[in-house]
């Protein structure tokens, strides 16, 4: 079979496993919907991707997440981007994690909440995302208020297990 035969039976195969309710064939029809290996179609990247969120797939629910953020295949919702980082968060997704913390941080789809963002940032900082833990350094010195920035510090320190409690 030569390369292009392959990767239709592959589209093929993986398209029926997609349709037979396979989350992660799912996930992997809506990327490639997204980066358009076949075509590009940011509405069926959308469908795909919701189909496997709801079954809990962690990166289909960041990316529809992505998606809800930039207007890709739907009209731009920072409401249901804040939803979907939520969830995708939650699962331990740390790019999620650290894109709910600056949603909070600066009020998209949510008043601005900086307690959130510290808690998020802190989580996203703690499985190696290094502009969260920068964030947490720049939001320390920023915060006026002793009680909120001692708690702040509390839980940047808890989350590399420095303190003991």
């Known amino acids: 079979m030569n390369s292009v035969g392959e990767q239709q039976y592959y589209y093929e195969k993986l398209t029926t496993k997609a349709n037979k309710g396979d989350a992660t064939a799912q996930y992997l029809l809506g990327l490639s919907k997204l980066r358009g290996e076949k075509t590009q179609n940011y509405e069926e990247a959308l469908n795909w991707f919701k189909l496997a969120a709801i079954q809990k797939h962690r990166e289909a629910q960041y ?36 894109n709910l913390a600056v949603f909070f941080l600066n009020g998209r789809g949510t008043a601005p909440n900086q307690e959130e963002a510290v808690r998020w940032f802190t989580r996203a900082s703690s499985q190696g995302i290094d502009e969260a ?24 320190h808890n989350g590399f297990g420095l303190l003991t409690q």
């Open 133 to 156: 833990t920068q964030n947490l350094v720049l939001l320390s010195k920023l915060v006026d208020n002793t009680e909120l920035k001692a708690k702040q510090l509390r839980e940047f």
């Open 63 to 98: 990316n529809l997440a992505v998606l809800y953020e930039k207007g890709l295949g739907i009209e731009k919702n920072d409401i249901k981007a804040l939803l979907w980082y939520h969830v995708a968060a939650e699962n331990e997704h740390p790019k999620a994690q650290f």
